[in-house]
C-alpha cells in the first residue's frame, strides 16, 4: 500500500500560487528597477542641463533663452517629482507582493510539513503491520514445530 497523502491537491494548488506569487513579485521588483534607472536618467540629465545653464550665463544669455531654460528645468524637476511619487507606488507594491510571496510561502511549509509527519505516521504504522505479520508468523511456525 503506497503513501497517500489526503492533502495533495491543495498543496499543489498552494505550490501553483507560489509560483505566481514569486512571478508578481519578480515583476514587481523589475518595474521598480526600472523606474529607479528612469530617476537616475533624470538626475544625470538635470546635472547636465545645470551645467550647461551656468556655462550659458557666464557667457552671457538672452531673455528668452533664459525663460526657455527655467521651463525646462522646472518641467525635469517636475518629471523628477512625478517618478518620485510613482517610485513610492513601486516600492509599496513591491512590499505588498512580497507579503502575499511570504504567506503563500507559509502556508507551502505548513502543508509540507504536515505532508512529512502524515509519511512518518504512515512509515511507522506500515512497520508495526509488517512486525506484527512476522510476528504471526513466527509464532506460528513455532507451534507447528512443537507439535
Not at 518595474?31 to 538626475?43: D, K, V
Not at 538672452?62 to 521651463?71: F, G, P, Q, R, S
Not at 518620485?84 to 512590499?95: C, D, H, I, W, Y
Request: aromatic share 6%.
Amino acid at each position: 500500500m503506497a503513501f497517500l497523502f489526503r492533502f495533495n491537491s491543495l498543496l499543489k494548488q498552494r505550490r501553483h500560487r507560489l509560483k505566481g506569487a514569486q512571478a508578481e513579485l519578480a515583476a514587481a521588483r523589475h518595474g521598480h528597477q526600472q523606474l529607479l534607472n528612469r530617476e537616475e536618467q533624470a538626475l544625470c540629465r538635470m546635472a547636465e542641463q545645470q551645467t550647461l545653464w551656468e556655462t550659458d550665463q557666464a557667457r552671457g544669455v538672452d531673455v528668452a533663452t533664459l525663460l526657455c531654460m527655467k521651463e525646462y528645468r522646472i518641467a525635469m524637476e517636475r518629471q523628477l517629482q512625478s517618478l518620485r511619487t510613482e517610485l513610492l507606488q513601486a516600492a509599496k507594491a513591491v512590499e505588498e507582493k512580497q507579503a502575499a510571496y511570504i504567506e503563500c510561502e507559509k502556508a507551502v511549509k505548513m502543508l509540507e510539513c504536515l505532508e512529512e509527519a502524515e509519511r512518518l505516521s504512515f512509515r511507522y504504522l506500515q512497520r508495526q503491520r509488517e512486525q506484527k505479520e512476522l510476528d504471526e508468523i513466527s509464532i506460528l511456525k513455532g507451534f507447528h514445530e512443537n507439535d
